[in-house]
């Protein structure tokens, strides 16, 4: 019995030795010490013994006992200051990050456009959501009842009032508010009465730009133009102007890019066509002029406005306008 026990403690100190968790350590108590251990067992068992051997074998398992008791205490510290601070914790493995959030892609896309334009002198406008007729229609050269103003499926709040259907009117009030020479941008939200698909949506953003000075000629417009397409989309972008019209500018032309999503095999952004219209512009009409009190004589000036959730979707390879104001989160993470 005495051998066995010696037996029972050699091999208990190596496995309290050797624990390398306090998970482990753990499991070698409840195996050398618990309450099913052989140690307790012997200890119980110890009653039935004749008397000499019950005190030899008696004291021989109290000394173990204490022996690994120490040995126990010992083993934890160790493992505690080794950084062990709970069972089964692995400080080995890299931490998760934390999602901090990010801008959204329109609102990325919208920055990289200012910061162009920025560079290329103008300025940042603003106005408000809810128009007036005179600023979304007349000024601009678009007479109640004419049927120009059905291009524009327009949204009304009351007979005077209506949610902007474009950014043309930030021109308007621009103008009012100032002489030239006048370089500016206005970006914002624009809303139509109508359902949305693909590549139209019922509400969207714009950039609306504007030049007004002495002199200011069409070349000067399409160099602009050019020029901040290739900073967007790099230098080998392919554009196309298109003859167009606009009742606020005279001649007015539309632009078009290759489109960058099937690089002009045709998909479901260009309809089939391999081409994207991404912007409306032209010289500005006299009559706009006239109407915030500029001499046509006197000045001349270029006008556009592109499509801000369009360029996005070249920017970002996405294929469905409408997923820019779902707040999806796992399509906001993925852009
Ligand atoms: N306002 C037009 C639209 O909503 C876009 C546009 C076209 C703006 C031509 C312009 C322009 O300034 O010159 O469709």
Request: net charge negative.
């Amino acid at each position: 019995m005495l051998d066995r026990l010696k037996e029972l403690g050699r091999e208990a100190t190596a496995a309290l030795q050797s624990a390398a968790t306090l998970m482990e350590l753990e499991s070698v108590r409840v195996k050398y010490l618990g309450r099913k251990s052989e140690l307790n067992q012997v200890s119980r068992g110890l009653k039935d013994l004749e008397s000499d051997e019950r005190r030899s074998v008696g004291r021989a398992v109290n000394e173990l006992k204490n022996e690994l008791g120490a040995l126990l205490e010992q083993s934890k510290e160790r493992l505690e200051s080794a950084g062990e601070p709970s069972a089964g914790l692995d400080l080995t493995l890299p931490g998760r990050m934390p999602w901090v959030g990010g801008k959204h892609p329109l609102t990325r896309t919208y920055e990289r456009l200012e910061s162009i334009f920025r560079g290329l002198g103008f300025e940042v406008a603003l106005g408000p959501d809810v128009e007036d007729d005179f600023h979304n229609f007349d000024a601009l050269n678009i007479p109640a009842d004419h049927p120009a103003r059905d291009g524009w499926d327009t949204i009304y709040i009351d007979d005077d009032s209506l949610l902007r259907t474009h950014m043309s009117p930030v021109q308007i009030r621009v103008m009012e508010s100032r002489k030239p020479p006048i370089r500016i941008i206005a970006p914002g939200r624009v809303y139509r009465n109508e359902s949305a698909d693909a590549s139209h949506g019922s509400e969207f953003y714009q950039l609306e730009g504007l030049y007004v000075d002495r002199d200011v000629r069409f070349g000067e417009l399409k160099g602009v133009l050019i020029r901040f397409m290739r900073e967007l989309f790099g230098e080998n972008v392919t554009l196309r102007f298109r003859a167009g019209f606009f009742p606020f500018t005279e001649p007015s032309t539309e632009v078009d890019v290759k489109c960058l999503i099937c690089q002009g095999s045709g998909c479901s952004v260009c309809s089939g066509t391999g081409w994207v219209e991404l912007l409306g512009a032209g010289m500005v009409d006299p009559r706009v002029f006239e109407a915030v009190g500029y001499d046509p004589g006197e000045f001349s000036g270029y006008a556009f406005g592109l499509g801000v959730d369009r360029i996005c979707m070249m920017m970002t390879g996405t294929d469905d306008i409408r997923l820019f104001l779902e707040n999806d989160l796992r399509f906001l993470r993925q852009i």
